[in-house]
């Protein structure tokens, strides 16, 4: 064989590793993006979930609680608002307003004794806080993998075949900043 005949071979050769490698770095990236999509619809299963639990348990306060009309308001607004968001942005921001107002509704609860003994209500906190779990599980599943996918596309070399095909980086759910506030005690 001619000198020139094997350089060609191998150049061949090593475009068809390079290809194959390429084929594969996308296939990696592609499930990935897949994952980050399934986790977010997971959080957005839970959410609904909750908002599901919510009527009811509005219902319930109702008819011990009455004239806290603005508490219900601003619970049954804010069930809105997540159910009706887009994104991770907006519906983390939906997400905080929601358990802010549904820790109001609960505080509410607390001067009423004979709702707190209620069987229906105390089964509805108690899906509530399954509930509650279930959601800090698939934020956390969530961002795990969403970590996951941005790293792969920010690593060398998967970077520049993330940056050919557009794979761009998600965003993470994080907490508000409600959320990240060192909350005040007082006796």
């Known amino acids: 064989m001619k000198t020139g005949t094997i350089i060609l071979l191998v150049v061949i050769g090593l475009i068809v590793l390079l290809a194959l490698y390429g084929v594969s770095v996308y296939n990696s990236l592609v499930v990935l993006k897949n994952r980050v999509k399934n986790a977010w619809a997971q959080i957005e299963v839970q959410l609904k979930n909750r908002a599901d639990l919510i009527p ?38 939906a997400d905080a307003e929601l358990s802010s107002a549904i820790s109001r ?51 060398f070399p998967k970077n520049i075949f993330a940056g050919m095909f557009n794979f761009r980086e998600e965003p993470l759910f994080e907490a508000s900043e409600e959320d990240r506030a060192v909350p005040t005690v007082k006796f």
């Open 56 to 93: 009811n348990l509005v219902e319930t306060v109702k008819g011990y609680a009455s004239h806290e009309k603005e508490v219900f308001e601003n619970v049954t607004k804010a069930r809105s608002q997540v159910l009706n968001a887009k994104g991770v942005e907006a519906t983390a921001k």
């Open 105 to 155: 509704l609960l505080v509410t609860v607390e001067a009423y004794p004979q709702l707190k003994a209620d069987q229906n209500f105390l089964s509805l906190q108690s899906e509530l806080k399954d509930a509650e779990e279930k959601i800090r599980y698939a934020r956390q599943f969530y961002n795990d993998t969403t970590m996951k996918y941005n790293t792969a596309i920010q690593v």
